[in-house]
């Protein structure tokens, strides 16, 4: 279930939310858990099914508040290189409402925004929602929150970034990680250049031992034996698979390739 669509605390990560797009996320919300509560039982009886059909109503029109022409008439401009639809782009992003279809939305809008001209002004807009996304959690747009990150290229986002590798959230820290990898030639000391290829060392051995624990747990409804899931499905964590080659790291052994065996 998405968690509420609250407001932040004051100065958190410099966002201003807009309230009306987070009532239309919460509105939506609400309107899927309904139609989850009466879809269990729609044939226990005539009442119940209108109950589930009302429900599914209410869903559609939510959906339309939420993402009315309007908003898709902007996004598709946004596509077509229109600058002028910037702006609501950024106010979508900066709100981040959760919420039916929001992360392939915010994903494609950070996606348009990589390819389009941008001011200082709305530059440090983008560093400000990146900031954020480094430091809330896990989010299927991140990827393109990286591109983003290339695109727009600023010193000052790469110096946040970077103070964000001395984090003690360890998932902070990698993401971190990834959005300055993203950025050409990412300017690392030689200490911080070590520490990060150690932390990819570390992610990576723990991803083998995931994906060893869970072929011993599957070989035998396989009825295979347990070295032969472990060769075929020999892949690291896709992050581990991102970040290893950028630091100069097989992106298998995670040992230092040919051209970076002497840094």
């Keep these: 279930m998405p968690p509420p669509n609250k407001s932040p605390e004051p100065g958190h990560s410099g966002l201003s939310r807009d309230p009306n797009l987070l009532a239309q996320a919460d509105r939506l919300n609400a309107a899927d858990l309904q ?4 879809f269990a039982r729609r044939t226990a009886s005539p009442a119940a099914e209108r109950a589930w059909r009302e429900a599914t109503d209410e869903g559609h029109r939510a959906r339309e508040r939420m993402y009315p022409e309007s908003f898709w008439r902007d996004a598709r401009a946004l596509a077509n290189g229109d600058t002028n639809a910037i702006e609501p782009a ?3 992003l900066e709100t981040d409402p959760w919420c039916f279809r929001s992360g392939y939305v915010k994903a494609d809008l950070m996606r348009y925004l990589s390819r389009i001209p941008l001011t200082g002004s709305q530059e440090r807009r983008i560093e400000r929602i990146l900031l954020h996304l480094v430091d809330v959690g896990d989010r299927r747009e991140f990827g393109y929150a990286c591109r983003l990150a290339r695109a727009i290229h600023r010193e000052t986002l790469i110096s946040a970034l970077k103070a964000r590798l001395k984090s003690e959230d360890r998932s902070q820290v990698r993401r971190a990680l990834q959005m300055l990898v993203s950025v050409p030639n990412p300017p690392f000391d030689g200490d911080e250049l070590r520490a990060a290829r ?3 060392r570390e992610e990576g051995l723990t991803q083998w031992a995931a994906l060893g624990r869970d072929t011993e747990r599957m070989s035998p409804d ?3 034996d347990a070295e032969i899931p472990q060769e075929h ?3 690291l964590h896709r992050w581990v698979g991102r970040v290893a080659p950028r630091l100069g790291l097989d992106r298998y052994s995670l040992e230092l390739n040919g051209r970076h065996a002497g840094t």
């Design 222 to 224: 396989w009825d295979l």
């Design 233 to 235: 499905n020999r892949q």
């Design 198 to 200: 150690n932390l990819v």
């Design 35 to 38: 139609i989850d509560a009466t």
């Design 90 to 92: 950024l106010i979508f």
